[in-house]
């Protein structure tokens, strides 16, 4: 095995190495050829070494067949493992480093020398570096006002009389509307000599040209480095030039390695966050095996009597939850709890239940969690009522006309024939439903997005969240949008609980014994 091993490596080796010696002579031939034909080339390589190492060594023929394979497995499977690993001990977000963050653009109130005060610290966000903004390049806009007259409009170009300043580009235009009698502020994407072109169409009908309009500048941004940070203050390795007008600035990227930084964020936060979700999570996935499990072992008992007419019909009607799109069924379900037209409240208000409409998904914690597990026992019962139906035409109609011989009632014979000979099918069917529940996204996500908010969490730990969702909301929804370092942290925190909460399953159940025939 270690000399097989041995010669696939050396074999991706050779290939690697083809591919990028023919990638760097294609693109002296041709600087346009696209990346990509390194990859064919490579392949093209491993393919002819690893048909000449075959002929050579015959028996490491059975290798060769495995080995796409084994480069898929390393690729989709080792390589994702091993990056969220890496990523989760930085401060790696979704703007990479080196970046200009435009999100962080802020205005600027006062300047003296190198020292800069900027209007909102919490925008410029220098809590999410891993050294504050110390080190950190920043952008700084100058810009001005100018008033112009424009000659024509049409859709989303506008004419000047007279060039721009040089070097100078517009942001915004204010363009008069007898309409709304003052200028509209209008966005600019480009700017070119008497040429604007706006971010939204205009109607010339709407605005009156004869009035002067009114242009806001900008030049190319001065860039600087922030060698100290304190809240609003910032100190720049530089002063700026005589006589500049700055009115704003937005710092760069920058992301490095945090060590165990992320992972005690997450801990000093484990009592409104991971502690609250993890104990849902749980009550989330056993409820809703236990739930589906009853519901669909009843059905299937009862689907199960020969005596039972229709049962053709009834199984069918009964396993359309299951045949349909989830996303379809979650947004019909959506509509049935809605609060003002929902036909599940206007049922229990013409019932006299409620005098009131239930807020279902954005008022109460643990309405939000009822309406969760109730349209999740309508995803989950027509399977676990079609396996359990297999399971039970496995089992001799012999035992149940012994059973009744034997003066059992139709009870009796159900927890002393029907549940001791389903408990072997049932056990790897309801681990299964719990692992799947456990890390059920699809159906917080589209139900409730993990709503409603709660008093104990926090912006990314809601009611209804599980551990999945609130890794997706700290993630996807935090820093931007795109705080994979977190993130990836989370990811790992979740795979150990995971597997804690899978071991202890298999221990108690015993699905992890192996059973002796001798």
Known sequence: MGKSLLLLLLAIGIATAVGALAFFVLNAISPDIPVYWAIVVGILALVVVLRIIAQ?????????????AILFLLTFSFFPVILTIKLAFTDYAGARKGDLNLSSRTAITSINGTQVTIEDPRVFNCADLRNGC???RANLYTSGTQEATATTLEGTTLTLA???????????????????????????TTSDGTTLTLG???QADMVDLTQPVGLLLESAPIQRRIVAEDGANLTLDQPLPEGTNVESIARYSDFGFLGLRNFQEIWRGAGRSLLPVFIWNVL?????????????VFLA?????????????????????WALPTVITIQVWKGFLNQNFGAINRLLMLFDVTPVP????????????????????????????TATLGALSAIPRDIYEAAKIDGATAWETFWGVTAPLLRTALVPITLTGFAFNFNNFGLIFLLTDGGPPVEWGTATARGTDILISWAYNTAFRNQGGYAYGMGSAISIVIFVITLAVSLM????TGALKENSNT
Request: a neutral charge; glycine letters at 6%; zero cysteines.
């Open 200 to 202: 939204r169409e205009i």
């Open 358 to 385: 239930i807020n279902w998904l954005l008022g109460d914690e643990w309405s939000a969690r009822a309406a969760v597990l109730l349209v999740n026992l309508w995803l989950g019962f027509p399977f676990m009522m």
């Open 162 to 188: 007279e060039p721009l300043p040089e070097g100078r580009a517009v942001s915004e235009v204010g363009i008069f509307s007898p309409l709304f009698g003052d200028r509209m502020q209008v966005p600019v």
């Open 505 to 508: 399953n298999f221990r108690v």
């Open 134 to 136: 110390v080190g950190v």
């Open 284 to 296: 989330f996935a056993v409820s809703t095996v236990i739930i589906n499990t009853v519901v669909g």
């Open 56 to 68: 050579r060594f015959e028996w490491i023929m059975p290798w060769y067949y495995l080995l796409p």
């Open 301 to 321: 008992v009862l689907l199960n009597n020969p005596n039972l007419r229709f049962r053709a019909l009834y199984r069918t009607l009964l396993i359309i939850p």
